[in-house]
């Protein structure tokens, strides 16, 4: 979503601000701009549609000031614009940056229109810099108390970054909902909604909590509980280096994040598994004691971590053989669920801070679900501070909009959570340091499918002319389908959907012609022989098929049948498999078609809005 950067400095943090947004340009914007405070003392501001370079072009050393705000807007309430573009400015006094939602700003715009305020945009943002700059400058409060006064009045979300001209080297940060992080350097301070942003200026960090408010100057640093307590949070050192979000030797971020899913899926291992056994503490002091108690699982997501939570729950209830169930976000939040007792929340997300999978996890708490656990990348994402339990993915940053390694993360992730529960439900000993020694392999197994990119880049030529796709897969493939057709359409802009193979004859068979490319996922297991029947019924239709088969299978390459061979692997750990070649193909596809491959268009990274 929107991204926000912020410094106070000895210098001139322009070139700072600047490099933050460059670095926050994965999480999806439609527009960009930049507020300082000059020599003067005097409000300056640049904003452009598009990117951030264009944003740098149009300022042509405009610019300079040792305190400002910059910002990525991501449209919610109104077009992508210049005049609905962050940072707004109420008056040549005040200036902020947010990101996030003001549910009653309808409401707000009224009153401050009657009270002679005139608005220059669509945004529910401009109540915002109205607001504060009513109670800095007409009630006299100063910065820090008009930010705190002025929060009280808003109903939803929000991330700040607030100057005033009237307090040269002050700036005030707030958050609610939304990610916001204190990058700690010598004689400066910085903020912004992701740690990426600020890595080149310093690797110690400061995670604001809920309702938290921030004042800043250049040499001292006073935080706000929400109930207006000062209060000291800690100073984490993060581990990330600057050239960790950078693209290397690939041509995009998306790319390199496929090759990187060896390595990333050896670091969700490590430290978690000893003996061929499952370190159960690896999840929270706690998570012993907890999953004693565990009946069932409730999994809840949103996008692709919702596809990851449908494999596990096919794994939850064939290997552990407890009641699972699979929830989007959105959904579960709206609705009336019965509540079953002693069930496991589980929450997946990449970033930690999907607005819906966190009000889900809230929801079910209130609902007595039972205890939580948290598969996420990001500490102190607020979905990790919320939860009892935490495994985080330890992916990386993940710079494309599409995901790709924080998915397999996650199912890696969720494998070893099936692992520690199994063992209560009659998994063997035996059984268990077989999958442990399964799940090790995975690093070497997803090299060897990485090998497939070559022809899977000529195969991708075929699908230049395309608008339609269909993806098949049957069991636990039928997600791993879901998510292929997800990534196409994602970054190629291709309608692509998903169906269980056993359920062509019921609606999609329709569909089927020699312009309708259909990709199936054929692992070698006891559905096997089904899933070749469903081809054949659309081979005798004149459908074109590319299939991704285990190469003891038996499926030949025929006319109008392609076949790219996977080698064998463990039927558990086959989804994680079969995901890569449809993640490749996608990637390949898009290229092609000459989309934007790592911000694709409408979509942003970090939902942390509704």
């Known amino acids: 979503m929107c991204g926000i950067v912020g410094a106070v400095a000895d210098r001139d943090v322009v070139p700072i601000l600047l490099e933050g947004l460059r670095r926050l340009e994965y999480r999806g914007y439609d527009s960009a701009g930049i507020a300082v405070l000059d020599a003067t003392g005097n409000l300056d501001r640049v904003r452009s549609m598009g990117k951030v370079a264009k944003l740098a072009e149009s300022m042509e050393d405009k610019l300079s000031g040792k305190v400002g705000i910059a910002h990525t807007r991501w449209a919610t309430h109104g077009v992508p614009s210049q005049s609905n573009a962050h940072p707004h400015i109420c008056r040549g006094t005040v200036s902020v940056v947010h990101n996030g939602i003001i549910e009653n700003h309808e409401q707000l715009r009224a009153t401050q229109t009657q009270n002679g305020h005139k608005f220059t945009?669509?945004?529910?943002?401009?109540?915002?810099?109205?607001?504060?700059?009513?109670?800095?400058?007409?009630?006299?409060?100063?910065?820090?108390?008009?930010?705190?006064?002025?929060?009280?009045?808003?109903?939803?979300?929000?991330?700040?970054?607030?100057?005033?001209?009237?307090?040269?080297?002050?700036?005030?940060?707030?958050?609610?909902?939304?990610?916001?992080?204190?990058?700690?350097?010598?004689?400066?301070?910085?903020?912004?909604?992701?740690?990426?942003?600020?890595?080149?200026?310093?690797?110690?960090?400061?995670?604001?909590?809920?309702?938290?408010?921030?004042?800043?100057r250049r040499t001292s640093l006073d935080i706000y509980d929400a109930k207006g307590n000062k209060v000291k949070r800690p100073i984490k050192e993060s581990e990330l280096s600057a050239d960790a979000v950078d693209r290397g030797e690939y041509r995009h971020f998306m790319l390199k994040e496929i090759f990187e899913q060896p390595r990333a899926i050896a670091d969700t291992l490590e430290g978690r598994i000893s003996g061929g056994k499952v370190l159960e503490q690896a999840f929270g002091a706690e998570a012993p004691a907890i999953f004693d108690k565990v009946q069932g699982v409730h999994i809840i997501a949103c996008g692709t971590s919702y596809h990851a939570g449908l494999i596990g729950r096919y794994w939850l209830e064939s290997i552990v053989g407890i009641p699972c169930s699979v929830e989007v976000a959105s959904e579960f939040r709206y609705r009336k669920p019965v509540v079953r007792h002693n069930s496991l929340i589980v929450t997946l997300s990449q970033s930690g801070e999907t607005a819906d999978t966190l009000a889900g996890l809230k929801e079910a708490k209130r609902l007595g679900f039972g205890h939580s656990l948290s598969i996420c990348n990001v500490p102190e994402s607020s979905l990790v501070r919320e939860s009892d339990l935490v495994l985080l993915t330890r992916a990386g940053p993940e710079i494309g909009v599409a995901s790709?390694?924080?998915?397999?993360?996650?199912?890696?992730?969720?494998?070893?959570?099936?692992?520690?529960?199994?063992?209560?439900?009659?998994?063997?000993?035996?059984?268990?340091?077989?999958m442990v020694a399964e799940l090790e392999k995975l690093p070497t197994e997803i090299d060897r499918v990485l090998k497939l990119d070559k022809p899977i880049q000529q195969i991708a030529k075929q699908f230049a002319d395309k608008n339609n796709a269909l993806f098949l897969g049957r069991g636990a493939h039928f997600p791993v389908a879901m998510e292929g057709a997800l990534k196409l359409k994602e970054i190629s802009y291709i309608h692509?959907?998903?169906?269980?193979?056993?359920?062509?004859?019921?609606?999609?068979?329709?569909?089927?012609?020699?312009?309708?490319?259909?990709?199936?996922?054929?692992?070698?297991?006891?559905?096997?022989?089904?899933?070749?029947?469903?081809?054949?019924?659309?081979?005798?239709?004149?459908?074109?098929?590319?299939?991704?088969?285990?190469?003891?299978?038996?499926?030949?390459?025929?006319?109008?049948?392609?076949?790219?061979?996977?080698?064998?692997?463990?039927?558990?750990?086959?989804?994680?498999?079969?995901?890569?070649?449809?993640?490749?193909?996608?990637?390949?596809?898009?290229?092609?078609?000459?989309?934007?491959?790592?911000?694709?268009?409408?979509?942003?990274?970090?939902?942390?809005?509704?």
């Open 404 to 434: 790709t390694k924080a998915f397999t993360t996650q199912l890696v992730a969720l494998m070893l959570l099936v692992i520690a529960l199994g063992r209560r439900n009659g998994l063997s000993e035996k059984d268990e340091m077989r």
């Open 121 to 216: 945009s669509e945004t529910d943002t401009e109540v915002v810099v109205h607001q504060i700059y009513d109670y800095h400058t007409d009630q006299g409060q100063d910065l820090l108390t008009a930010v705190q006064s002025a929060v009280a009045d808003f109903d939803g979300a929000y991330a700040l970054g607030v100057i005033s001209s009237k307090e040269q080297g002050r700036m005030i940060t707030a958050r609610r909902g939304s990610p916001l992080v204190i990058g700690v350097g010598i004689g400066e301070y910085f903020i912004a909604s992701d740690v990426a942003a600020l890595l080149p200026v310093t690797q110690r960090f400061i995670f604001l909590e809920e309702g938290d408010i921030a004042d800043i």
């Open 496 to 610: 692509a959907e998903a169906y269980p193979a056993g359920e062509l004859k019921h609606g999609p068979l329709a569909l089927v012609d020699e312009n309708m490319p259909i990709i199936a996922v054929a692992p070698n297991n006891e559905l096997l022989e089904k899933l070749k029947s469903n081809l054949q019924e659309v081979r005798a239709r004149g459908g074109e098929l590319l299939v991704f088969a285990d190469m003891n299978s038996e499926l030949q390459q025929a006319e109008g049948i392609q076949v790219l061979n996977v080698a064998p692997v463990d039927d558990a750990m086959s989804p994680i498999v079969y995901t890569i070649p449809l993640q490749l193909l996608s990637y390949h596809v898009a290229v092609l078609k000459g989309t934007d491959v790592d911000q694709p268009r409408n979509l942003a990274k970090s939902v942390t809005v509704e």
